[in-house]
């Protein structure tokens, strides 16, 4: 969520002044590159690694505090999310066997939190989404408690005015609000550096625009969000919209702080900060900020503190970064834009790719202005992230491929000579791109790998049980440290049994309803009942607030007493009263209200409106589950 600082005062005259220290930042920064102070003789790589946390009930756990104090000394920092934890590596000289070490250096930092994740009895996983996150895990209780999260949902809100809106589709469907941006916090993403000469720098910032979508078509890892089958990288609109505090008449362009960007860098990387400064409302002040030229007049190098704030409050999926590496100023690229996971061979494969069409596309094509049109790349980035490998992409000179023979028949050789060139190891190479070249060939990202395992499970479990199989099939093969393209996929018995997916209500509950208003005709109700082959019909209002129940049983007696006539209303049939549970009403509190008030369905209510039903045919199913897990044979 860009530079930690807890220590963030904010009103009128503060913000002014951190603007006027924003200006001089961006003064000393355009002094700095004129005069050629900024390093330009040495190429680096670095990589930032996010986690979520998960229990033994496959759910996030609001872990990472406890945990941050035996991390924190070996590098570990929180995130937004309480079930979140982020660590850097690097940087690394963009040499040699610099892939593999990048690799070891993760292996042993993920081993170091693992260690400590078990002895607290939980788990630390590589996930873009976490299948198994629930709207309930992104509450306010589990946002961080530190001031920056908390004063950036305070100034995003009050800019926004209303709720956050998400509305994603995909195979399914979602659509929700939150009055908080903790909707973000379902992210990890798996972040990326490439430094870069400040004198190239518009060339090879316009190519990591370019090749950002096939790269993210071949990275997918985040298909799903609570239960929902979306896009193949759901992380790409979950983000944008959870920050997107826009208030804006309709009639105005206005950007998003989450953006592709709008065009192509002409000279320097000047034009990125001038454009997120006038774009984009300064959210916090610093106080007691360095004077940047007079740090230059002293032969210092300025830390830009006011820049690095303002600039890590917007979230280009290519970010500009202004750094200080070993003593001296540099310029870094950072993209944002891949996922956690689902291997650390997975994740440095799709590096590896990233960073040879950093270095080949630059000197095969040169500027790529030239050659291709900004929309085209930014559509490109769009359809990778919903659709994958399937995306259909315009390259250069306009020609029009899938993204799978792109990469196949261009991309990955363009990366190899990029590699080569800076003189990678060759073993490194041909292990890391063999692996994407691999993946696209077997169509099996991450996010194909997980979409394929939940249709072979149709027809068998609840649709939670499902999910929960696809976390705990993601850990055991996470563990084996096989790239994804190998993995054989989930099975429903990987989901942990009655424990993980038979507890509470909102696992066995149908969400999917089938409604009447009070004011329909009565007859409606009846057809529902005949089309669907139930015996009760939820009533909601216009606010999706339940208002009543009419059963068989209502229309029977209606129609006995004379009532059912043409014009007559649900409302002049239906109960007013009906019994209600909880979402996370326990299974077994359920099943004895059932019997206790003699009934066959509990209508869910969360905040006062119909969020489910749950009937005693959905405990019958699970009853059978539990006899099938009990009592067949072993195959």
């Known amino acids: 969520m860009g530079k930690q600082n807890d220590q963030l005062p904010q009103d009128g005259e503060k913000l002014r002044q951190f603007t006027r220290y924003l200006l001089e930042d961006l003064h000393a920064l355009e002094r700095m590159l004129s005069e050629g102070i900024i390093g330009a003789d040495i190429s680096r790589i670095g990589v930032e690694q996010e986690l979520v946390i998960v229990g033994s009930d496959l759910r996030p756990a609001a872990r990472a505090l406890e945990m941050l104090d035996e991390l924190e000394p070996i590098g570990f920092t929180p995130e937004l999310a309480l079930f979140n934890l982020e660590f850097p590596v690097g940087p690394l000289l963009f040499e040699g066997k610099c892939l593999s070490d990048l690799e070891a250096a993760l292996e042993e930092k993920l081993a170091a939190v693992r260690d400590v994740a ?13 299948p198994s996150i629930r709207k309930a895990d992104l509450s306010m209780e589990n946002m961080t408690p530190r001031a920056r999260y908390q004063k950036l949902n305070d100034v995003l809100s009050q800019q926004r005015g209303r709720d956050y809106e998400l509305h994603i589709r995909g195979t399914d469907e979602l659509v929700t609000s939150q009055a908080n941006l903790m909707l973000e916090g379902a992210n990890t993403s798996f972040q990326v550096h490439f430094q870069v000469p400040p004198d190239q720098f518009a060339l090879r910032y316009n190519v990591a625009q370019v090749v950002l979508g096939p790269v993210l078509a071949a990275a997918g890892n985040s298909a799903f969000f609570g239960r929902h089958r979306l896009w193949h990288e759901t992380r790409i609109a979950l983000f944008q919209q959870s920050l997107d505090s826009r208030n804006a008449p309709v009639e105005r362009q206005v950007e998003p702080r989450v953006s592709f960007g709008t065009r192509w860098v002409d000279e320097s990387v000047l034009e990125l ?11 916090f002040a610093l106080e007691n900020v360095e004077d940047p030229a007079a740090a230059l007049e002293a032969g210092r190098v300025p830390q ?6 303002h600039t890590g409050t917007v979230y280009r999926w290519n970010r500009a970064v202004y750094g200080i590496s070993d003593g001296r100023p540099t310029l870094r690229i950072e993209n944002r834009a891949l996922p956690a996971g689902p291997t650390t061979m997975d994740e440095v494969a799709n590096a590896a790719f990233w960073f040879g069409l950093m270095a080949g596309l630059t000197e095969e094509v040169g500027d790529v202005r030239e050659v291709m049109k900004f929309e085209d790349a930014r559509d490109n980035f769009a359809n990778a992230a919903i659709t994958g490998l399937e995306a259909q992409m315009t390259w250069l000179g306009g020609e029009r491929k899938s993204a799978r023979d792109l990469i196949l028949q261009d991309l990955l050789p363009l990366s190899y000579l990029g590699l080569r060139d800076r003189q990678i190891d060759e073993e490194d190479i041909y292990k890391y791109l063999g692996v994407i070249e691999e993946r696209v060939e077997s169509g099996q990202t991450g996010a194909a790998w997980q979409l394929r395992s939940f249709a072979e499970m149709t027809g068998h479990g609840t649709r939670w049980e499902k999910v929960h199989a696809l976390v705990a099939a993601t850990f055991a093969r996470q563990a084996t440290g096989l790239p994804v393209h190998t993995w054989e996929l989930a099975q429903l018995g990987e989901a942990g049994g009655w424990r993980n997916n038979y507890v509470r209500v909102e696992q066995l509950m149908t969400s999917e309803l089938y409604t009447v208003h009070p004011d329909d005709p009565l007859e409606l109700a009846a057809n529902v009942m005949t089309w669907r082959g139930v015996r009760h019909v939820l009533v909601e209002d216009d606010e999706h607030r339940l208002v009543g129940l009419i059963t068989y049983k209502h229309l029977l007696k209606r129609f006995i007493q004379g009532g059912g006539e043409h014009g007559d209303a649900v409302r002049d049939a239906m109960s007013t009263d009906p019994i209600v ?8 509190d359920a099943i004895a209200l059932m019997r206790q008030k003699d009934v066959s369905c509990l209508p869910v209510v969360k905040n006062d409106r119909l969020v489910g039903m749950i009937t005693k045919d959905d405990f019958m199913n699970m009853a059978g589950s539990l006899l099938r897990d009990r009592l067949e044979p072993p195959a």
């Open 118 to 130: 078990q002895r607290h009895g939980i788990s630390v996983g590589m996930f873009g989404i976490l």
């Open 273 to 283: 900060f001038q454009e997120d400064i006038a774009r984009f409302k300064v959210l």
């Open 304 to 309: 830009l503190e006011a820049l690095r704030l």
């Open 581 to 588: 549970v909880a979402p996370d009403t326990s299974s077994l």
